[in-house]
């Protein structure tokens, strides 16, 4: 894992935008995996002010919850479309985001993972982390090879997802996710964490255990693999100084700086 600290989330996303772009720029039609959240918007803002071109680009979704339409406030459908399709020119038969409504949950699910396959994998993945370290919808205790499929949220996480809804009570229980397995077979993965609420959910993640206890901590045996985040979530990593050092003196080969 590469640990990528900076001062604020802005900056920390523009790095991470920059990466992005640049896969873009080389591989026009690439396939990326998408995460929602607070914490992508602003990954996201800044891939569309870029004016990229995004007409080849495949896109799928980690997850959606289960009985919400695509025109729904809360689904998730909705959020990228107001975050991110509606400001690039992403081919909308590209767009896939799991169907919340289907009537048969594992045969969607195969067939989501049927056609990350037939579209040649995913190139690059983009992660949020849960403050209980799930990625996805990945919850603790997860099988950490697990594929797209049905999961139950936790009274946590559905108390954190409560801001996108008028109350808690109407953030569904039950939600598509592709699995860990999944996000694994990503040829890269960045994910970001900004904020206090995110510092013990890293810490796990990328100095504990690989458990399933903690989702994201799976991620550390993933060989390409970026952690963005800004000082709060860095607070309670414990070699602070050597992640700052390695970025800091990294070859210019290595860098994730360039336009
Ligand atoms: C949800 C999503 C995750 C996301 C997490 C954190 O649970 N399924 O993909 O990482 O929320 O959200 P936020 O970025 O708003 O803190």
New binding site residues.
Partial sequence: MEIIIQPTAAVASGIAARLVARLLREKPSAVLGL??????RMLYQELARRKLEWSKVTTFD??EYVGLPPEHPGSYYQFMRENLFRHVNVTPANIHVPDGMTKDIPGFCAHYEQAIRAAGGIDLQV????SDG????NEPTSSLSSRTRIKTLTAQ?RR??SKFFECEADVPHHVI?MGIGTILEARQIVLLAFGEQ?AQAIAQAVEGPISAMCPASVLQLHPDTKVFLDEAASRLLTKVDYYRWVYDNKPDWQKTSGP
């Fill in positions: 995460a929602t959240g607070n914490t992508p980690l997850d992660l949020g982390i849960g799930h990625i996805g919808f996480t954190d997802n996710t995110k």
